[in-house]
């Protein structure tokens, strides 16, 4: 039940990537999808990472992914209803210091709650 924050279908990825526009901040671009809610799916976000092989060795991309994973853990209470996200980290996210890594990510998280609650408040 802890991993239902992510988001691991391929068909999940492809859809956040086609009903959304690519959007960027200073360390990474990430794209925003709504979701609607299905049976016995909870209305919780849902992210999910790419690191691809041009960010380097494995040794590297996996490095990524941990401190990712970390940063999206300690930052999720921020997001609240079915929303799916993808982030897509720069390289230099390797060597980014973790507490500007964790403001960028829980100001991206922010700015998605931001726009995703502004439709229903009018």
């Known amino acids: 039940m802890a991993l239902t924050f992510r988001l691991r279908k391929h068909a999940d990825y492809q859809r956040v990537y086609q009903c959304s526009r690519k959007q960027f901040s200073r360390q990474m671009t990430y794209f925003v999808a709504p979701r609607t809610s299905q049976d016995g799916d909870p209305a919780t976000p849902r ?7 041009v960010m380097g060795k494995a040794v590297d991309r996996n490095r990524i992914k941990r401190r ?6 300690r930052n999720l209470s921020l997001l609240e209803g079915p929303v799916d996200v993808v982030l897509h980290p ?3 996210v390797i060597d980014l210091d973790f507490a500007t890594l964790d403001r960028e990510v829980a100001q991206i998280f922010r700015a998605i709650q931001k726009t995703s609650s502004r439709p229903s408040q009018q």
């Open 90 to 92: 720069r390289r230099s």
């Open 68 to 73: 990712m994973r970390e940063v999206v853990r």
């Open 47 to 53: 992210i999910g990472l790419t690191v691809g092989k």
